[in-house]
């Protein structure tokens, strides 16, 4: 299973950015699918997840500015973030927790992408 995320880039604060991360490859199907992300310097923190069913969870940080949502035909999760400020700059993951044609659940990691918020 492969992760791909795109969407990252360079925005002014108070922009917008829209990130998107697909997974591939055999699976059975896809429990929570989330974004997490990393500053210089800091450790990995959570963003934003939503389950299988829809439920989401925010990051106090984000809450009212971001949004996730998920296609699960397309088995792809997008993260809508609005009012950027310079301390959303960070790398962003996005993680899946896949079940297996076996039944066994994995978490599997993008690669990453960069948000860089700066006037």
């Known amino acids: 299973v492969q992760l791909q995320a795109s969407g990252g880039g360079l925005v002014q604060p108070g922009g917008s950015l829209r990130l998107s991360c697909a997974a591939s490859?055999?699976?059975?199907?896809?429990?929570?699918m989330g974004w997490y992300r990393q500053a210089p310097g800091k450790q990995r923190e959570l963003v934003a997840d939503i389950s299988s069913g829809g439920s989401t969870n925010y990051a106090d940080s984000v809450k009212g500015r971001f949004t996730i949502s998920r296609d699960s035909a397309k088995n792809t999760v997008y993260l809508q973030m609005n009012s950027l400020k310079p301390e959303d700059t960070a790398v962003y993951y996005c993680?899946?927790?896949?079940?297996?044609?076996?039944?066994?659940?994995?978490?599997?990691w993008g690669r990453g992408t960069l948000v860089t918020v700066s006037s």
């Open positions: 490859g055999s699976m059975y199907s896809i429990n929570t």
């Open positions: 993680k899946a927790v896949v079940v297996s044609t076996h039944r066994y659940e994995y978490q599997y």
